[in-house]
């Protein structure tokens, strides 16, 4: 009995013994893990104070939004700050070469050294001059009139190419002009010279005036005007250019007019407006805009190349609208495409509100 109670009380006496190890064991391995922990933990935000706080004392990002390039770059210097690598964009209202958006925004606190990225105005959209010379005066003329360039000067000399032929320009064909730019027309007169005085219109009927200036041999274009309620219809109420101004054959002569509907203008000039409405975002896409006249020729009226400015992705989302001006003899066609793909069309006529025929294109 004495040898039975001795056993049982020894292995008991072991099994504590190896417990009490185990016990030990665990909690090495527990502290070595904590250990192992603590070290990483130390490590990583020795890299993070090294790496991203470590290098400058901290400064406020000054706000060199519109300004020129030079000066925004003088501006960050004074503040231990550099100037990013810049995004180059067209833009209507920033001159060339000044800031439309930076990254980060002004009033970020940062460290010196740190770099600040601007987006910088290309300035307007830039299309290229058509090529007018050797052309009719005529012709030139009207291509003009229904593109996104306005008619300028007409100059004319003595010259051998046969009379009313275009024999310069300015800008030349090919160059980079602005859209809504002017197109100066230098044209032959031929072998002899012939010029006369601006007859006065004001008052007079346009079934008149063309009678009138027949001897002239100008071209008349009509501005149509509505919101002057009190003035007389059909009648010339402006005229361009003045009375007793020296005008020569083959001239744009324009008056302007409130119609009363009863009667016909010649080649009358109109103004309408598209409105397209975007489904998806398309800051990132290129979009281009297409203007064909009733005699089938094509303009590009508007472009919108990607950019990833803050500005540019707040704006071109999707819901936003595409407003399209346009200026148009008759009739015409507006096309937009994304990427290349004709995406909607319209048609303006007569004056008439936008007609959406994307169904039928």
């Not at 002057?228 to 002569?253: C, H, K, W």
Request: a neutral charge; glycine letters at 6%.
């Amino acid at each position: 009995m004495g040898r039975i109670l001795l056993d049982t009380v020894s292995e008991t006496i072991l099994n504590f013994v190896f417990f009490i190890l185990k016990f030990v064991s665990w909690g090495i391995q527990w502290v070595a893990a904590l250990a192992v922990f603590l070290v990483v933990m130390a490590a990583a935000g020795y890299y993070v104070y090294v790496k991203t706080l470590d290098g400058g004392e901290p400064v406020q990002v000054p706000n060199i939004v519109g300004l020129p390039v030079q000066e925004a770059m003088t501006r960050l210097a004074e503040r231990g700050l550099e100037m990013g690598r810049q995004q180059q964009v067209p833009h209507e209202t920033t001159p060339e070469y000044h800031i439309i958006s930076q990254r980060p925004a002004s009033g970020r606190v940062v460290r010196t050294g740190r770099k600040v990225y601007p987006t910088v105005s290309m300035g307007p959209d830039f299309l290229t001059a058509p090529s007018l010379v050797k052309r009719s005066l005529k012709a030139a003329q009207a291509e003009l009139a229904n593109s996104r360039f306005k008619i300028g000067s007409v100059s004319r000399i003595p010259h051998t190419s046969p009379r009313n032929t275009v024999i310069a320009q300015d800008p030349p064909p090919g160059h980079s002009i602005a859209i809504q730019g002017s197109v100066h027309l230098l044209v032959s007169e031929g072998d002899t010279q012939y010029n006369d005085y601006m007859p006065d219109l004001l008052g007079k009927s346009v079934r008149d005036i063309e009678r009138i200036l027949a001897p002239y041999h100008v071209t008349l274009i009509p501005e149509v005007v509505r919101e002057l309620v009190n003035a007389r219809e059909d009648v010339v109420l402006e005229q361009d250019p003045l009375p007793t101004t020296m005008i020569f054959e083959g001239q744009i002569v324009t008056y302007k007019v409130k119609p009363s509907g009863r009667i016909t203008l010649p080649d009358t000039r109109l103004t309408g407006a598209v409105r397209h409405v975007m489904n998806y975002s398309w800051y990132d896409r290129d979009v281009r805009i297409e203007q064909i006249d009733q005699l089938g020729n094509r303009t590009v009226i508007g472009s919108y190349p990607p950019a990833l400015d803050e500005k540019s992705k707040a704006a071109r989302v999707s819901g936003s609208t595409l407003a399209i001006p346009v200026t148009y003899i008759g009739a015409c066609t507006v096309e937009i495409y994304v990427n290349g793909n004709r995406i909607a069309a319209y048609q303006l006529t007569d004056g008439n509100a936008p007609r959406n025929i994307t169904p039928s294109i």
